[in-house]
């Protein structure tokens, strides 16, 4: 890497303790969810891709994207896809700090565990073992999901939480999910979130709704509400809480545009899309995977994985009965075969995942150029920790673990039915 002086003083400044320790010798400028937050809010009406690194190549593909983009970028993984993708929590900086550092990547790069799932408060006690662990690993940022509980526990999980998250990290809270796609998320469920964290310190940077979003491959509905997204933006902003968009694969560029800039998103998830599109399966502008007559995922001739290994992953997923979504349950098991093909199908598979990515990044989320205003954003601050955007509005005293229980019964309490929360 060519290191001129301000980077240097961007390494030595900019990194968070837990990655100075993890990586001491390290060039790469991973840095707190924070930096790349606040960076796309200086841009305006800016998101950018919180990419879901289910194999190396999505890795790979997306930090080399924002990098020719000069885009701040988030990495990440959610808790549940650990248990079917080679990627996890505990190894994912590691991933991306050895991929920068052989590719002379440049730009900021937080490393955010995504839907820390809470399904109930018996989950609790190891999350609170857990949580310094994933940190200890390397994360930056994470998303404690406690929204398949009621809206008082979920609060309650969230207060609970806060004091196992350092203080600069990244911090994304949820509402809404678990309406499933029966009920979707109203001014009133993400207010009392929010306004109940704030009596208690706790400023998120992050929110994520269920505003009409499916994770995964299928498009249905009507996909991403806008109005309501923003409807709901306008009335957290004394709270200085920005979005985050689950499930943009399977919405078009137009509403994702829209989102861009009619909402107060900077992050949006994207997991399945660039699955594919590291695979080499043909998908449209949405990232979906367009099916044959038989509802078969096609396979583009020359583009991702080898026919072979194609044939042979396939293969795998007859055995076991997975079709459609359930492809992703292939990642743990060809991981190995995918790195075992020769370097010019791995390049390939990369540079499908950078092209699709950069796209996404320069063209639909207008996040290019963002990589310089999360740099002046450290050096301005002379820190890895930026502090809070918000505030302290609410009374503390009306926002007691009883307040809240009594509060939340105020709140529409039909919620439907489950929704999947893995991107």
Same mark, same amino acid.
């Given at each position: ?28 400028? +991973? ?17 950018t891709i919180a990419a879901n690194g289910r194999n190396s ?19 990440e993984i959610a808790r549940s896809e650990g248990n079917y ?19 002379? +990547? ?35 940022? =994470? ?21 196992? =998250? ?31 964290l704030n009596a208690h310190g706790i400023f998120p940077d992050? =929110? ?8 995964? @491959? ?13 409807? +709901? ?25 829209? =989102? ?76 190995? @075969? ?22 996404? @990044? ?62």
């Open positions: 890497m060519g290191m001129n002086a301000e980077y240097e003083k961007l390494i030595q400044i900019g990194r968070p303790p837990n990655i100075s320790k993890r990586f001491p010798h390290s060039k790469a400028l +991973i840095v707190s969810g924070k930096v790349i937050d606040r960076a796309l809010l200086t841009k305006g009406q800016a998101m190549f999505v890795i790979r593909g997306a930090l080399q994207a924002a990098q020719r983009a000069d885009a701040a970028l988030i990495i993708c080679p990627v996890n929590a505990y190894n994912l900086a590691m991933y991306v700090d050895t991929i920068c550092n052989e590719l002379a +990547i440049t730009v900021p790069v937080a490393i955010h565990a995504d839907h820390y799932g809470i399904k109930s408060e018996a989950d609790l006690l190891f999350a609170k073992m857990d949580i310094p662990a994933m940190f200890d690993a390397g994360i930056t940022s =994470i998303a404690v999901d406690a929204s398949h509980m009621p809206d008082d526990l979920n609060l309650l999980a969230n207060i609970e939480l806060s004091a196992f =998250i350092p203080g600069w990290a990244g911090l994304e809270t949820e509402v809404g999910e678990i309406k499933g796609d029966q009920g979707l998320s109203t001014v009133a469920d993400a207010s009392f979130l929010i306004k109940g992050w =929110i994520a709704l269920n505003n009409g979003t499916t994770h995964g @491959l299928e498009a249905s509905g009507q996909g991403i509400q806008v109005d309501l997204t923003a409807a +709901i933006h306008k009335a957290l902003e004394p709270y200085k809480v920005s979005g985050a968009q689950h499930g943009t694969s399977g919405n078009n560029s137009d509403k994702l545009r829209a =989102i861009a800039s009619n909402t107060n998103t900077t992050k949006a998830n994207v997991a399945t899309a660039l699955q594919m599109v590291s695979w080499g399966v043909e998908v449209n502008d949405f990232g979906n995977a367009i099916l044959d007559q038989d509802g078969n995922f096609i396979k583009v001739k020359g583009r991702g994985m080898s026919g072979e290994m194609w044939q042979r992953m396939t293969a795998h997923a007859a055995k076991n009965g997975w079709k459609g979504g359930n492809y992703k349950n292939l990642n743990l098991p060809v991981e190995c @075969l995918l790195l075992s093909q020769t370097q010019e199908v791995r390049e390939r598979m990369c540079k499908g995942v950078e092209d699709f990515v950069y796209k996404i @990044l320069t063209q639909v989320f207008h996040a290019e150029g963002t990589a310089g205003f999360a740099k002046e954003a450290i050096l301005r601050a002379g820190s890895y920790d930026l502090g809070p955007k918000g505030k302290r509005l609410e009374e503390p005293a009306q926002w007691t673990r009883e307040k809240i229980i009594a509060r939340a019964k105020t709140l529409d309490s039909d919620k439907g039915s489950e929704g999947d929360f893995d991107d």
